[in-house]
Every structure is written in C-alpha cells, then in structure tokens.
C-alpha cells in the first residue's frame, strides 16, 4: 500500500464558477465580508485536577445581575434534543454565564418540514444560537439556505479518561455546507437512470479559503490540509484545489499548505492523527471525515462544532435524534454540552467557556460517570450533575 503518495501539481485549471452560478448568490459576498467574526476555539489553559477548586457552594446558582446578559435562540430539535438541551441550560446555569435563552420547542413549520418562522425571527434577532438534534434533512438543507451557513467547523480531540486507541490529537476539520456533493440538485434522467449534480463555484470555494487560512491564523494553527479528489474530478475539486492554493500564497511565512487525497487523509488521521491540524475539504468528503474523528472521541455525537454565517453563528454536534432513547434519560450530553463552551466563547465569556470545558473533562478523567454509548452505565441527567458539581465546587 503506497500511504505516502502525493498529489503532483496539476497543471492549470480552468474554473467552472463562471458557468454554474446556481448557488453563487449576493449572500456569498456578505459572508465573504464578515466571516472574520469572533471565531470560538478550545481553551488553551490546563483543567485543574483532581484536588483543585474550593469548597462546594449551596443554593441554586444565578448570573451576577451586573453583567450584560446574552441572548440566545435554543432550539429543542427532536427525539433526545428536548433533554441535551435540558442539560445545556443546567451547565450555563452552574457557571453563572448571563445568558437569557429564547427556548423554541417547535422548529418546524405546521404544514411541512420547513423551518418555523419562530426559529428564523429567532435566530436572525440575536445571531447565536445552539440546537437539538434534528433528522429531517430538508429542514437542515432549509436552515443553511437561509442563513447562508457556508462552512462547518468541527473541534475533535482527545479526551483523557476515554478509551482509544488513537492516543491524544486535536484536530479540526472545516467542511463546506453550501456547494460539493451535498449541493442537494438530483433528479432521474430516464427511467432507471439517475443523476446527482456536484456544484463548485470560484465564489463558494474562495469564501471557504478564506475562512480556514484566518481561522487558522488566528488560532496559531499551523498546518492545513486539503482533502480532494481533483484526480478524478478535475473540474469541480479542482476549482477548490485551485482556490485554496491562491489563498496558501497569502500566508507562505504563517502556515503549512499541503494537498492530499481524501483516501490518504482518511488513513492519515487514523493511523497518525497527532500529525493532523486543520483539514478541510467540500460537503461530502468533512462529512466524512468528521464522523470518522467523532468515532476516535469515542462516539461520533460528542464531537462539538458549529455553523459559520455572517448572519449569525449556531453550535451543535451533528448527534442524532435517536428517537428509540427520548424520554429515557439515556442520551450522551457530551456533545451539546462542549457546544455550550465554544457559545461562550463565542460571545466572550471565556473564564465560563473554560470552566465548563475543564468540568466535562474532569468528570471524564476523575470518575467512572459515563453513559451507556462510551462504555457506563450512567444516566445523562447524572453526568450533566457531576459536571454541575465539578462546576459549583470550582466557584
């Protein structure tokens, strides 16, 4: 097996942007325009131990009434969605972050699978939100459309206490939401026969260079990688290969710049993950790769991250609904919960966003609380309480 072969510069490749402009609207100038917007990371402190934090407080904690409150769309989502929330709203309440939530238990229109114009009103009024699972795919199609969530970025790392074989890396991976295979145009040719279309515009894949080389500026990242096929597609993964070697230029003496296949990335951050830093790549080949990078957290729902848009900014972890669990008191937080950290951060709350961090982790690597999906037999309203714990003892 050759794991080591490297994608040859192409020769020149002309752009199909200018002729498939279905999805290179105004909204992808406006984004281009504000996506160096306040970007969330993880925090770069150590957690305390084992030992560290005082005496436990009494009484049920509230937001020091000084502080400016923040406003934030929670939308419940579906199946175990309405109790990962729950848990959610318990965690910022422990921290005493002064947050207001505009909880939004219906998130679909009456008559169809369309967003609900209370989510949209919602979202656009305070432009930061956290959300449930939802399974409908049109509905999520529906959302990115109208809020021109063009990116998602997924933080994937270590979490010491939890078996894996894969030892300690901390990876993330920015996939395009907008263009790619996930472009959403289908339709059947003849009978029998049918076809998909994978849309690559100069303006869409521009915009996702962009974004990745500041965010990894910003964040002191200094590896990118790009995932691509623009061996067998030249045309389409070649206008993003293009765009992203333009934007490499612009930052040869801040970041390494290297191009591979999606197979050998694949196999990359398997075998090596702690060599993998930034990856990025279109709709299909993120979503791969981020389920994979959940999977070596221990369970691809506990993977947290976020839709990036001009228009506002909204975390959740890709988990399903998992319909069979609702109401059971089964479900893993994890997920929604390191959501709830990069929210803080999000709107400046960075002392909140590390303590809440530090406390999941803790409870990961001091105690044997986990849920049935990572190997315990914990309730998620007793994980969500060791961390409320962990939380209440460090304040």
């Not at 795919?137 to 894969?166: M, N, T």
């Not at 530090?358 to 998620?380: E, F, L």
Request: with cysteine.
């Amino acid at each position: 097996m050759n794991t080591l072969r490297k994608l040859n510069s192409l020769p020149p490749l002309r752009s199909v942007g200018g002729a498939y402009r279905l999805l290179a609207s105004k909204d992808q100038k406006k984004d281009a325009a504000g996506q160096k917007a306040r970007q969330p990371e993880k925090p770069a402190g150590k957690c305390k131990g084992k030992d560290g934090g005082q005496a436990k407080g009494a009484g049920s904690p509230q937001a020091d009434p000084g502080k400016k409150v923040t406003k934030v769309s929670l939308i419940n989502g579906e199946g175990v969605g309405p109790e990962l929330m729950n848990a959610v709203q318990e965690v910022i309440c422990a921290v005493k972050a002064p947050i207001e939530w505009d909880v939004l238990e219906e998130f679909m229109a009456k008559d169809s699978e369309d967003v609900s114009p209370e989510v949209l009103q919602s979202l656009r009024a305070h432009k930061v939100g956290i959300k449930g699972p939802v399974d409908s795919r049109h509905w999520q199609r529906e959302i990115r459309k109208q809020f021109a969530q063009f990116a998602y970025v997924s933080l994937c790392s270590h979490i010491e206490g939890l078996d894996s074989p894969y030892g300690a890396f901390d990876v993330v991976i920015i996939r395009d939401q907008m263009e790619g295979d996930y472009s959403g145009i289908e339709h059947r040719v003849v009978p029998g026969v049918m076809q998909t279309i994978k849309v690559s515009t100069t303006a869409g894949a521009s915009r996702i260079a962009q974004f990745v080389f500041d965010y990894a500026v910003k964040h002191n990242r200094k590896r990118i990688t790009v995932a691509h096929k623009a061996n067998i597609m030249r045309m389409t993964d070649g206008n993003f290969l293009e765009a992203m070697r333009a934007e490499a230029e612009k930052h040869v003496d801040d970041v390494i710049f290297e191009e591979r296949y999606l197979d050998t990335c694949i196999l990359r951050i398997l075998v090596k993950p702690e060599k993998c830093d930034v990856m990025v790549s279109s709709s299909m080949y993120g979503d791969v790769l981020r389920v994979i990078a959940g999977g070596m957290m221990g369970a691809p729902g506990i993977c947290p991250g976020y839709s990036v848009s001009s228009l506002g900014t909204v975390f959740d972890s890709r988990m399903k609904a998992h319909q069979e669990l609702a109401g059971k008191d089964l479900a893993n937080p994890t997920g929604s919960l390191l959501c709830a950290a990069l929210m803080l951060r999000h709107v400046q709350m960075d002392k909140q966003a590390d303590q809440v961090e530090c406390a999941i982790r803790k409870v990961y690597k001091d105690t044997d609380i986990r849920t049935k999906d990572v190997g315990g037999k914990a309730k998620c309203s007793e994980f969500v309480k060791a961390v409320c714990d962990c939380l209440e003892a460090d304040n």
